[in-house]
């Protein structure tokens, strides 16, 4: 797994979180609320999914330098 590919599916993670919060404020502007949710769930599993197989090959993409 790239560094890029983590780096896009936490971007795509915050962007859901922000939606599901707007949603809360917004119901009738921000819908699909359950298509949402479930997105959320899905890429939440694939991360962790893809850290946990990372921890077992020793690679740590948390340790990379953030600018």
Known sequence: ??????????Q???RLVAWRWMALRFPEVYRDSDAVLAES????????AVLA???TVGCWPWR????
């Open 53 to 55: 197989r990372d921890r």
């Open 1 to 10: 797994m790239t560094q890029e590919a983590m780096q896009l599916a936490e």
């Open 64 to 67: 990379v330098v953030r600018r």
């Open 41 to 48: 769930r899905w890429l939440n599993e694939w991360i962790e």
């Open 12 to 14: 795509v993670h915050r």
